[in-house]
């Protein structure tokens, strides 16, 4: 039986973010798992190898954490959802200006999970 955390991705936001995703390639691990981990991680700040086995492997979780970083896919999710928070909230999706404080600023994945929570 899996265990679910407050940092799991909701069936939502799932359906929001899953196209970014190559729904093509066979994998042995579910990706919304996957993301469920990588979430996790962000928000509870634990190390790799203390993440929950719930998750699986943790070198499973890294695997897809420095493919995903590597090939871009947390840098177009996070401009996607940023502009689609941003149109919800009537504004223009590209901001004009922005100021940025070494002290709050979130990594990729701590700020997808923001992004996707403002969604709903």
């Known amino acids: 039986m899996k265990q679910h955390y407050s940092s799991d991705v909701t069936d939502a936001q799932w359906q929001h973010i899953k196209k970014f995703f190559d729904p093509q390639r066979k994998r042995k691990r579910s990706l919304r798992r996957i ?3 990588l979430f996790y991680l962000s928000k509870t700040g634990c190390q790799w190898r203390m993440l929950p086995k ?3 492997h943790w070198q ?3 695997y897809y954490f420095r493919k995903f970083k590597r090939n871009g896919l947390w840098d177009i ?3 996607a959802l ?3 928070v941003r149109f919800k909230l009537g504004r223009d999706p590209s ?3 922005a100021a940025i404080d070494a002290k709050v600023s979130k990594p990729p994945a701590r700020a997808a999970f923001a992004a996707l929570t403002a969604l709903n």
């Open 35 to 37: 993301c469920h981990a």
């Open 95 to 97: 901001p004009s200006a």
């Open 82 to 84: 940023r502009d689609d």
């Open 54 to 56: 719930s998750f699986g």
């Open 77 to 79: 999710l996070l401009h």
């Open 60 to 62: 499973s979780v890294y």
